[in-house]
């Protein structure tokens, strides 16, 4: 319940720093970022730190009744991709949530590879030494098990006890090194729409298409066009005049106007990358972009038309 309080915290400061305060988007966020690296307790950030480093249980076999894998031989997610070899050996952990801390349970050796569960996955089979504590291994949750190399649990122990300045500054920097250069493309190709008219043009070209009675088709869809290379906001001011224009010739709902333009623009901004959000949940699931790029687009084309409706 903590962890939840934290994150709404998160939530609220976002929200009321940009609606109440009118403070700029990027000082909410990071002022919420540093609320939430406060609030975080030092047992979270040893689990997530060390679960980031290591390597999850698959699956056990303690007692000689699995007919996947030998007795005394573990199965852990993680395979050559992730730096594994045969032969390489590994400490067994169980978190402690009480405590706040890892158990050492004993030590495994990695023996060989099999496919997993998705395609080009991998999964390691380990053989647990002798001296490791099965019986405690057997009793515990496989979520709190931990199987991880000594070099990354010093590094993972000596990131857990970072400042709170270091940690959001590492976590921002992590950020732009995986999506920076794209989001940083996009931006370029957003300046050029809007300074060459050519956003301009496909607004005009749109209600040219649809004509003055459909004029709130044609702006939700231009909005979800230009809202996949050009940020939300900056769609909203280059079309907020075409729309007062519009409501000067027909004498139609201004207000149609202005949430047709929000419906398409923020439809795309949210579901299609390369804008960042879409960007950031691409990366942080593991789905390719090509794919994010179809999926939200298609997705998006639907909410769009459902919110136009």
């Given amino acids: 319940m903590y962890l939840i309080f934290i994150l709404l915290t998160g939530v609220a400061i976002v929200v009321g720093g ?5 403070l700029h988007a990027y000082l909410a ?3 919420a970022a540093f609320t939430v690296a406060m609030l975080t307790p030092q047992s979270a950030l040893n689990r997530f730190f060390l679960q980031s480093a290591g390597f999850s249980l698959v699956q056990t076999a303690t007692n000689g009744n699995s007919a996947e894998i030998p007795d005394r031989h573990v199965l852990l997610a993680g395979g050559r ?4 070899r045969e032969r390489d050996r590994l400490l067994v952990m169980r978190f402690d949530d009480a405590a706040g801390t890892c158990v050492d349970l004993g030590n ?3 023996l060989s590879f099999q496919p997993g569960t998705r395609p080009k996955q991998e999964w390691a089979l380990a053989a647990l030494d002798d001296d490791t504590d099965v019986d405690v291994l057997q009793a515990a949750d496989p979520q709190d098990i931990l199987l991880i190399d000594s070099i990354s649990l010093r590094k993972a122990r000596k990131q857990s006890k970072a400042t709170i300045g270091a940690r959001v500054t590492q976590g921002f920097g992590d950020t732009c090194i995986k999506i920076g250069i794209l989001i940083a493309m996009a931006g ?3 300046k050029c729409l809007l300074d060459s008219g050519a956003a301009d043009r496909i607004v005009r070209t749109a209600l040219n298409w649809l004509g003055e009675r459909a004029a709130p088709v044609a702006f939700a869809l231009s909005g979800f066009v230009l809202g996949i290379p ?3 906001d900056t769609v909203f001011y ?5 729309g007062k224009a519009m409501r000067m010739r027909t004498g139609r709902n201004y207000l149609m106007y202005v949430l047709t333009i929000v419906c398409g623009a923020t439809m795309a901004h949210s579901l299609v990358p390369p804008t960042p959000g879409p960007l950031a949940v691409s990366e942080e699931l593991g789905v390719d972009l090509g794919t994010m790029i179809v999926a939200g687009g298609l997705l998006g084309l639907c909410t769009a038309t459902f919110g136009c409706l």
């Fill in 18 to 22: 940009i609606l109440w305060f009118r």
């Fill in 29 to 31: 966020l990071i002022l």
């Fill in 81 to 84: 991709e992730q730096g594994l």
């Fill in 108 to 110: 495994v050796t990695i």
């Fill in 188 to 190: 370029i190709i957003g």
């Fill in 230 to 232: 050009v940020f939300f």
């Fill in 238 to 242: 280059l079309m907020i005049p075409l």
